[in-house]
């Protein structure tokens, strides 16, 4: 009877206990536990999904967890998840905030208040998509670059006015080609060029008939 007992109590003593990561191994999705002095042997974490659908996000060593032993038995064990600590504390202090920050420096946020999703990524933002993208605002769209930005693609289509606050140049060489407009063209300044403008006749060689027999030259 004692020893039934003794042994409900440390079942029922190993059923549930804090620890904190000792190892990790990530290719067997397994860590080992550190838990009142002893470290447990190679236990799999609780993750969102794990069949079709597989989900990933592993403990790191020092991350205090809550472990459970299936009828007390440590070697049973599964790490349910993390717990905020004084080395980690909680990222946000409302409840009506969803925010990941990463050590990098790296913050994804949604604010269910303010309607916000806010992403600070301190490295390069990747998206591959095997067929249509398509953003729709019903406010404005603005995008700022340090560098320059570059589109590719065999047709580009732009409906709607267009202002541009700057000089435009269409690009020569073999990556160039010419400028057609569908529309009349007008410019409020001068319209200059390096070439000849055409119309049927040459603007910079075309001649007329002299009164005094023959023709004139071209345009000086």
Known sequence: MDFRASDMERRLASLIRFGTVAEADYGAARVRVAMGGAVSDWLPWLTLRAGND????APEVGEQVLVLSPSGEPA??????????AAHPAPAVVPTVDRRVYADGAVIEYDREAHRLHALVPGDVVAEVSRDVNVRAGGRISATAGAGVEI??????LNGVIFLNGPLTQGGG????????????????????????????????????????GETGGPK
């Open 76 to 85: 049973q064990g599964v790490v349910l998840g993390s717990i905020f600590q």
């Open 174 to 213: 073999s990556g160039g080609g010419s400028a057609i407009f569908n529309a009349a063209l007008h410019a409020k300044g001068d319209i200059t060029t390096d070439a000849d403008v055409t119309a049927a006749v040459s603007l910079n060689g075309h001649v007329h008939p002299c009164p005094h027999g």
């Open 152 to 157: 590719t693609a065999p047709r580009i289509t």
């Open 54 to 57: 597989r989900t990933w996000w």
